[in-house]
């Protein structure tokens, strides 16, 4: 009966919302927007906005939200040329989308990479940029060591050989030879922030040698970590395993290409899920394919989702996952909060929790929007 009356008052609820999502949208025509905040979602894996709705002051906004991770530039200008406050997840904001921006004080990046947002042309115009960087830590480290074992203990072939032997009716081991014990061996995290020095915590209790490739930690930071940093060439040529976590910028994208692949171990194995244009997948199955190196973990890619001739779903040693690494039912519920939370923060006149764009403080003061 509970269950029963939580259904229709659910329905009922939804109904609710509906409607008065579609009157904000027609009140917006009515009124000038001056008195309101126009609050626009670009493109959202929220399933609905309810939760947000109930915790937002409803009379103070205009909250609007879109699929257009896949528009074109003039269809995304055209819902959110006149935007207070805009959350993007992958809708590119490149510079002619920004520059069209009429009243725009700052863009939420939902997630922690924000290669899609053209920081140069937001911070020119005194937008201020955040991201999210809290919400998902751990669960991109534990989807990289996930990554690690599946990929070295070699699971999904494990399981294509289980079945063929079942089938055969003997055991048959042969193809997945050689695996490597992990302890002892060399693991190399190159980017030591937030996911890579979890990645390296997480990881301390595998009796591995941990060495870190990130030229941009503070001393302190070492120090907390009680690590010394080794250059990339040493990571390349010494580790059995490679664990990518630095942002996609200048200098990482295409870090990993063929001279890098070919100056790693035989044996060894590359693990990417920081962003896909880090990592040049083209060589990657190339390497795999001629025994460059043994075999990789891969979450991210280029273009997301990847073609479907690309060659390393042809490859065996290659483990694919979805761009997942950030996911589980904790991280999805933190990352409302949070964006919830600089939401509020923006009706109250206050900035983000995390601005990406620091030189835009001198813009505004300046006189920048
Ligand atoms: N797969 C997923 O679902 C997922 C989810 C969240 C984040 N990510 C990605 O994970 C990556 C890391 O995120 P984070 O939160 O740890 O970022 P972070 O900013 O906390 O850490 C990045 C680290 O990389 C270092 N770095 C920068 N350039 C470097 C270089 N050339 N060589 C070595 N180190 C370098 C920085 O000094 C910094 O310590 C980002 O690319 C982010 O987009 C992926």
């Given at each position: 009966?509970?269950?029963?009356?939580?259904?229709?008052?659910?329905?009922?609820?939804?109904?609710?919302?509906?409607?008065?999502?579609?009157?904000?949208?027609?009140?917006?025509?009515?009124?000038?927007?001056?008195?309101?905040?126009?609050i626009v979602i670009t493109?959202h894996?929220?399933?609905?906005?309810?939760?947000?709705?109930?915790?937002?002051?409803?009379?103070?906004?205009?909250?609007?939200?879109?699929?257009?991770?896949?528009?074109?530039?003039?269809?995304?200008?055209?819902?959110?040329?006149?935007a207070d406050l805009v959350v993007v997840n992958?809708?590119?904001m490149?510079?002619?989308?920004?520059?069209?921006?009429?009243?725009c004080k700052t863009i939420i990046r939902h997630g922690?990479?924000y290669?899609?947002v053209?920081?140069?042309?937001a911070?020119?115009?005194?937008i201020r940029v955040a991201n999210i960087p809290?919400?998902?830590?751990?669960?991109?480290?534990?989807?990289?060591?996930?990554?690690?074992?599946?990929?070295?203990?070699?699971?999904?072939?494990?399981?294509?050989?289980?079945?063929?032997?079942?089938?055969?009716?003997?055991?048959?081991?042969?193809?997945?030879?050689?695996?490597?014990?992990?302890?002892?061996?060399?693991?190399?995290?190159?980017?030591?922030?937030?996911?890579?020095?979890?990645?390296?915590?997480?990881?301390?209790?595998?009796?591995?040698?941990?060495?870190?490739?990130?030229?941009?930690?503070?001393?302190?930071?070492?120090?907390?970590?009680?690590?010394?940093?080794?250059?990339?060439?040493?990571?390349?040529?010494?580790?059995?395993?490679?664990?990518?976590?630095?942002?996609?910028?200048?200098?990482?994208?295409?870090?990993?290409?063929?001279?890098?692949?070919?100056?790693?171990?035989?044996?060894?194995?590359?693990?990417?899920?920081?962003?896909?244009?880090?990592?040049?997948?083209?060589?990657?199955?190339?390497?795999?394919?001629?025994?460059?190196?043994?075999?990789?973990?891969?979450?991210?890619?280029?273009?997301?989702?990847?073609?479907?001739?690309?060659?390393?779903?042809?490859?065996?040693?290659?483990?694919?996952?979805?761009?997942?690494?950030?996911?589980?039912?904790?991280?999805?519920?933190?990352i409302?909060?949070k964006i919830l939370e600089d939401m509020l923060r923006f009706?109250?006149?206050?900035p983000p929790r995390f601005v990406v764009?620091?030189?835009?403080?001198?813009?505004?003061?300046?006189?920048?929007?």
């Amino acid at each position: 009966m509970d269950k029963w009356l939580d259904t229709i008052r659910g329905k009922a609820y939804h109904a609710v919302s509906c409607f008065i999502g579609h009157m904000n949208i027609i009140r917006r025509k009515e009124s000038t927007l001056a008195d309101k905040i126009k609050i626009v979602i670009t493109d959202h894996l929220e399933p609905d906005f309810e939760w947000e709705l109930e915790r937002l002051p409803r009379d103070k906004i205009i909250f609007e939200t879109y699929q257009l991770k896949h528009a074109s530039e003039d269809d995304l200008i055209e819902k959110i040329k006149d935007a207070d406050l805009v959350v993007v997840n992958m809708a590119p904001m490149t510079e002619r989308v920004i520059e069209s921006l009429e009243r725009c004080k700052t863009i939420i990046r939902h997630g922690i990479g924000y290669d899609n947002v053209d920081l140069d042309a937001a911070t020119k115009k005194g937008i201020r940029v955040a991201n999210i960087p809290d919400y998902c830590p751990d669960e991109v480290a534990e989807h990289a060591i996930e990554l690690i074992f599946a990929a070295t203990r070699k699971v999904f072939l494990m399981r294509d050989i289980l079945v063929d032997s079942s089938r055969e009716g003997r055991w048959d081991f042969e193809p997945i030879y050689p695996i490597y014990s992990l302890k002892g061996k060399t693991l190399g995290i190159v980017g030591c922030g937030r996911i890579g020095s979890r990645v390296l915590k997480k990881m301390s209790g595998f009796e591995m040698n941990i060495i870190v490739c990130d030229p941009y930690l503070s001393d302190e930071r070492k120090k907390e970590l009680g690590i010394e940093v080794a250059p990339f060439e040493q990571v390349l040529r010494e580790a059995d395993v490679i664990t990518m976590h630095t942002p996609l910028t200048d200098e990482t994208r295409g870090m990993i290409g063929e001279t890098e692949l070919r100056a790693m171990k035989e044996t060894a194995f590359l693990i990417n899920t920081s962003r896909g244009p880090v990592v040049d997948l083209v060589a990657l199955a190339k390497a795999l394919r001629e025994g460059w190196i043994a075999g990789a973990g891969i979450d991210v890619y280029e273009q997301e989702p990847p073609p479907l001739d690309m060659e390393l779903f042809q490859l065996g040693s290659a483990v694919l996952t979805p761009h997942l690494g950030w996911y589980s039912e904790e991280s999805n519920w933190s990352i409302r909060e949070k964006i919830l939370e600089d939401m509020l923060r923006f009706i109250d006149g206050k900035p983000p929790r995390f601005v990406v764009n620091k030189g835009v403080e001198d813009v505004l003061k300046q006189g920048g929007r």
